[in-house]
T-cell receptor
Framework: NAGVTQTPKFRILKIGQSMTLQCAQDMNHNYMYWYRQDPGMGLKLIYY???????DKGEVPNGYNVSRSTTEDFPLRLELAAPSQTSVYFC????????????FGEGSRLTVL | DAKTTQPTSMDCAEGRAANLPCNHSTISGNEYVYWYRQIHSQGPQYIIH???NNETNEMASLIITEDRKSSTLILPHATLRDTAVYYCIVRVGSNTGKLIFGQGTTLQVKP
């Protein structure tokens, strides 16, 4: 199993550009998450999904969109990138139920200039 | 929106036990407490979880108070490699998958 795979690992965007961060998991997990982490800060939940076709907002959803058309994939779309979106983005997944452990990807470092 | 409160930072001498507290006074009866740690800029790593009984695994022990309003993560013999940010989290709401991380505790293990 590859676990949770995020691409790209690094990206530099210009203000106003758009891009999609890809996340895929091969563990057949129902739950998937996107977090962002600013320097020296904790993780903030952007969006999450409890299954294909179902997504919900987290703490900081503004400026982002997600979709979940398959169990495996959970892409995060940034529209009109702003410097405030410079951050490290982590995707995570877990199995259904109370005892599901969160599995994280390696992160995607995004810089908006 | 985080449902947990942790000290911002703690120090521990190498070889000593590190006891990291977490307050989760609004936890619901069926919500588990999870502990993760993050070393440098890596993705957080699962450590342990529990509902109401004390739990132990190869990494740590988790002590949950009888009223479940607080817990303590214990690293029995801290090493320099245990220097990390430790997060205590609970699920937000009994019928959602929402998992909120707080600011965590930065544990510095010193020689």
């Amino acid at each position: 199993n590859a676990g949770v795979t995020q691409t790209p690992k690094f990206r530099i965007l210009k203000i106003g550009q758009s891009m999609t961060l890809q996340c895929a998991q091969d563990m057949n997990h129902n739950y998937m998450y996107w977090y962002r982490q600013d320097p020296g800060m904790g993780l903030k939940l952007i969006y999450y999904s409890v299954g294909a076709g179902i997504t919900d907002k987290g703490e900081v959803p503004n400026g982002y969109n997600v979709s979940r058309s398959t169990t495996e994939d959970f892409p995060l779309r940034l529209e009109l990138a702003a410097p405030s979106q410079t951050s490290v983005y982590f995707c995570a997944s877990r199995a259904q139920g109370n005892t599901g452990e969160l599995f994280f990807g390696e992160g995607s470092r995004l810089t908006v200039l | 929106d985080a449902k947990t409160t942790q000290p911002t930072s703690m120090d521990c001498a190498e070889g000593r036990a590190a006891n990291l507290p977490c307050n989760h006074s609004t936890i619901s009866g069926n919500e588990y407490v999870y502990w993760y740690r993050q070393i440098h800029s890596q993705g957080p790593q699962y450590i342990i979880h529990g509902l109401k009984n004390n739990e132990t695994n190869e990494m740590a022990s988790l002590i949950i108070t009888e009223d479940r309003k607080s817990s303590t993560l214990i690293l029995p013999h801290a090493t320099l490699r245990d220097t990390a940010v430790y997060y205590c989290i609970v699920r937000v709401g009994s019928n959602t998958g929402k998992l909120i991380f707080g600011q965590g505790t930065t544990l510095q293990v010193k020689p």
